[in-house]
């Protein structure tokens, strides 16, 4: 697939922001196409969760203009960037742990307004008729990131890994044109991440979205996207197929440092 | 929760509107059963005592809404209390020239509304500052909400300043009381478990990703205090006109605090938890009674006790048909 031809779905421009003297990002860019899978990675402290802090409006930029298929999103309060086709998980894990694996999903529906209070006071035929499909809508995703076999547990009680996969069903649950995935693979081992990968991908395919991933282990950057973003200090700095990243000389400086002269 | 709800409320399918209808006819016809017995078999004193009971379960199972479900600590609902007392009084007792009308049960039911809608009212400017705060802090702002409301009645001379409103007509009763309850547990459990419900779970379960999965956190929080203010509203009503008497003291901090000691001690989040600790906290004092001057040392031992048995409180977030020994009962093999 040409990332070229494809639809730009979201593209932000000279992006800027910072906290007090301290510029977190500085006149960020990218343009992400119709169902690519994009990776976003940088040393620590590059501003990568800022990135998504400021494309989700949980921060205001100071500068540029973001917008998602022609529609602008600075400025919008968090939930309405979600409505428009934003979705995103979080780099430390916040699940609603205290509801089950299936209402976590379930909360995800609530945007689109599935049926009114009266529905739900009368407990009208709509209201039953929703509640089931929004069900079995649920159950379907869960079962495409692999936690279909306990939809009733408390979703504090899952292990990490099934914690961090019901992040993505819940986030997939708002019909999201672009995903941000913000260190998924953070905290599971080796055959954990190798079947994170697979679900991403499937994700991809199987829903046509567009995916943003902030990820530390190279192998699984390196194994699934088609594009990478390097940020530092707030900076792009490269930008490329993995192949071309992997030999930028400005990456290897930034994550190893310069040779002594 | 999918599958237990089926036990209390109808199979998966729902029950059809015809029977819902018949069902609450049903009940209406139990409680006006109940009514009549207790009110010619009890004494004054016990019936008083089960009337206080219906009273608390409404302020508890409101104020579950805000505190338990969507986890916003409110202080205030004596505040909320006072504002229905207060609306609905002066509409039966003291806007005479209406009188006629606001003497019937019709009239009295009427009043008892536009109490609850005030109170709700003043629940939408008292959570609009909940957008902002959180926690301690929100606390004090609603805690300072209730003794506002109090100092505002005390000084309306309309409504008899610090002597009190006397002469509310004694429209409420046994029937009237529990029939809010139960609508009030109905409506509450409804709402929790519907879409909108969900929302404003996830608001106490997390804010953030709350927002981030497309809820309107603002609206929801204010949504929350609307209705539980609106059934404080209509529990102060009920409350004046069965006590026939109201003054601002009535509804002072010690009340707030009584309410949410009601939804800490049953569990927050869990409706049962709060219809249970509204009784246990109602009756526990006047069963004490034969401690005399120990009274209140027993019931503040008690109630340190069952914290300290049950730190989430005695059904924590879930419900008592949740409860292992309930769900055992229930699956008892046919024979």
């Known amino acids: ?261 | 929760m999918a599958d237990t709800h089926s036990l209390f409320f109808g199979d998966q399918d729902g029950l059809k509107t015809p029977w819902q209808i018949l069902g609450f006819a049903l009940l209406v016809l139990l409680l006006m059963g109940a009514s009549a017995l207790i009110e010619n078999n009890v004494n004054p004193y016990v019936q008083r005592i089960i009337v206080n009971c219906g009273i608390g379960i409404i302020l508890g199972l409101s104020l579950n809404l805000v505190n338990g479900c969507a986890g916003q600590f409110s202080l205030g609902h004596a505040g909320f209390m006072a504002v229905g007392a207060y609306v609905s009084a002066y509409l039966t007792t003291v806007l005479m020239p209406f009188g006629a009308f606001f003497q019937s049960d019709l009239g009295v039911g009427t009043a008892v509304v536009a109490g609850g809608l005030a109170a709700g009212l003043s629940g939408y400017v008292v959570g609009l500052p909940s957008l902002r705060l959180r926690g301690d802090y929100l606390a004090i702002v609603t805690l300072g909400f209730g003794e506002i409301i109090r100092i505002v009645f005390l000084n309306i001379s309309a409504v008899g300043g610090p002597r009190g409103l006397p002469g509310i007509p004694l429209a409420s009763n046994f029937f009237w009381v529990y029939l809010w309850a139960i609508v009030t547990f109905a409506i509450i459990y409804r709402l929790i478990h519907s879409s909108a419900g969900r929302a404003i779970l996830s608001i106490r379960e997390d804010e953030i990703s709350s927002q981030s999965m497309g809820v309107d956190v603002s609206h929801y929080k204010v949504v929350a205090f609307v209705i539980s203010a609106f059934f404080a509203g209509v529990a102060g009503g009920l409350f004046a006109h069965y006590q026939g008497f109201i003054d601002p003291n009535t509804f002072n901090f010690n009340r707030s605090v009584e309410v949410v000691i009601m939804v800490v001690i049953g569990g927050m989040g869990s409706l049962s938890g709060a219809v249970i600790g509204a009784v246990l906290v109602t009756m526990l004092p006047e069963l004490l009674r034969f401690f005399a001057e120990y009274r209140m040392v027993i019931f503040s031992g008690l109630l340190v006790l069952v914290m300290l048995l049950r730190p989430m409180g005695i059904f924590g977030r879930h419900e008592i048909w949740e409860a292992s020994w309930f769900a055992n009962l229930k699956r008892k093999p046919k024979p």
């Open chain 1, 1 to 261: 697939m040409s990332a070229s031809s494809a639809k730009e779905v979201l593209k932000l421009n000279d992006v800027s922001v910072s906290f007090g003297g301290l510029k977190a990002v500085s006149q960020f860019g990218i343009s992400l196409h119709e169902s690519e899978l994009c990776g976003l990675i940088g040393p620590n402290g590059a501003g990568k969760t800022t990135v998504f802090n400021l494309i989700t409006g949980v921060y205001l930029p100071d500068s540029g203009t973001m917008d998602l298929d022609g529609q602008n999103l600075c400025g919008l309060p968090p939930h309405e960037i979600t409505k428009a086709g934003i979705a995103r998980t979080f780099q430390n894990i916040r699940l609603y742990k205290e509801l089950t694996v299936l209402e976590n999903v379930l909360v995800s529906y609530h945007m689109r307004k599935p049926y009114g209070y009266v529905d739900a006071l009368l407990r009208t035929r709509q209201y039953y008729a929703k509640e089931h499909e929004l069900k079995e809508h649920a159950l379907r995703l869960l079962s495409v990131v692999g936690l279909k076999n306990n939809p009733d547990d408390f979703a504090g009680s899952l292990s990490y890994g099934d914690q961090r996969r019901l992040e993505i069903a819940r986030a997939l649950a708002t019909s999201p044109k672009v995903l941000l995935l913000d260190e998924p693979g953070a905290g599971l081992n080796s055959g954990e991440k190798v079947e994170l990968m697979k679900v991403v991908s499937k994700i991809r395919d199987q829903f046509k979205v567009t995916i943003l991933v902030i990820e530390h282990d190279m192998k699984f950057v390196m194994g699934i996207c088609e594009r990478i973003l390097v940020l530092d200090h707030g900076e792009l700095i490269a930008e490329g197929t993995p192949k071309q990243i992997q030999s930028n000389p400005k990456v290897i400086e930034a994550y190893l440092g310069v040779a002594d002269a």
